[in-house]
T-cell receptor
Framework: EAQVTQNPRYLITVTGKKLTVTCSQN?????MSWYRQDPGLGLRQIYY???????DKGDVPEGYKVSRKEKRNFPLILESPSPNQTSLYFC??????????FGPGTRLTVT | SQQGEEDPQALSIQEGENATMNCSYK?????LQWYRQNSGRGLVHLIL?????REKHSGRLRVTLDTSKKSSSLLITASRAADTASYFC????????????????FGQGTILTVHP
């Protein structure tokens, strides 16, 4: 089954404690992306990757890091989380120019 | 920056009525996509319309695209209570060479409520 998986689905953490949200896709997509969703702001892109070892900043990259060492995986790293990074995070993948497939979301709370 | 601007922000209708949502954008696109999201859950892809297409249908959905006005509309006909959700448009931009660079930009969404 074609899918994008994210882990964990829910996470409560404290300010400053490094965390990683994993994202994996099984469709051999070149393109992967991370979004955050906040009430009234829609989805905003954090980082995206056109292929292995190729990443670029989206609209709200501050405070986040990504890496794309393998085609199927695109982890999102928060080196020092802060409360303003409390949000709902989505990973997505696609072939360029085609529809995106979204993961189920990760609800992160930073206290 | 948010390229897609959606209108209205909220729409409340009765079951059986049609619902129309509009999306405007600012730059050249490869395609425009519409997604649905039920209350804080995952995004469901509805339809993708390419820049050289003007209209597309899928079941009760009809999407139009006017690239000269940089706008799109989503029409849901004969709405049902189960259509209650947030609807987002997302644009897939193009680079200077005219090809997609795979960056989707979402609008803020329209909240649709369909009353039984």
């Amino acid at each position: 089954e074609a899918q994008v998986t994210q882990n964990p689905r829910y996470l409560i953490t404290v300010t400053g404690k490094k965390l990683t949200v994993t994202c994996s896709q099984n469709m051999n997509h070149e393109y992967m992306s991370w979004y955050r969703q906040d009430p009234g702001l829609g989805l905003r892109q954090i980082y995206y990757s056109m292929n292995v070892e190729v990443t670029d900043k989206g609209d709200v990259p501050e405070g986040y890091k990504v890496s794309r060492k393998e085609k199927r995986n695109f982890p999102l790293i928060l080196e020092s989380p802060s409360p303003n990074q409390t949000s709902l995070y989505f990973c997505a993948s696609s072939f360029p120019g085609h529809r995106q497939y979204f993961g189920p979301g990760t609800r992160l709370t930073v206290t | 920056s948010q390229q897609g601007e959606e209108d209205p922000q909220a729409l409340s209708i009765q079951e059986g009525e049609n619902a129309t949502m509009n999306c405007s954008y600012k730059t050249s696109i490869n395609n425009l996509q519409w997604y649905r999201q039920n209350s804080g859950r995952g995004l469901v892809h509805l339809i993708l319309i390419r820049s050289n297409e003007r209209e597309k249908h899928s079941g009760r959905l009809r999407v139009t695209l006017d690239t000269s006005k940089k706008s799109s509309s989503l029409l849901i006909t004969a709405s049902r209570a189960a259509d209650t959700a947030s609807y987002f448009c997302a644009t897939d931009g193009v680079n200077a060479g005219g090809t997609s660079y795979g960056k989707l930009t979402f609008g803020q969404g329209t909240i649709l409520t369909v009353h039984p």
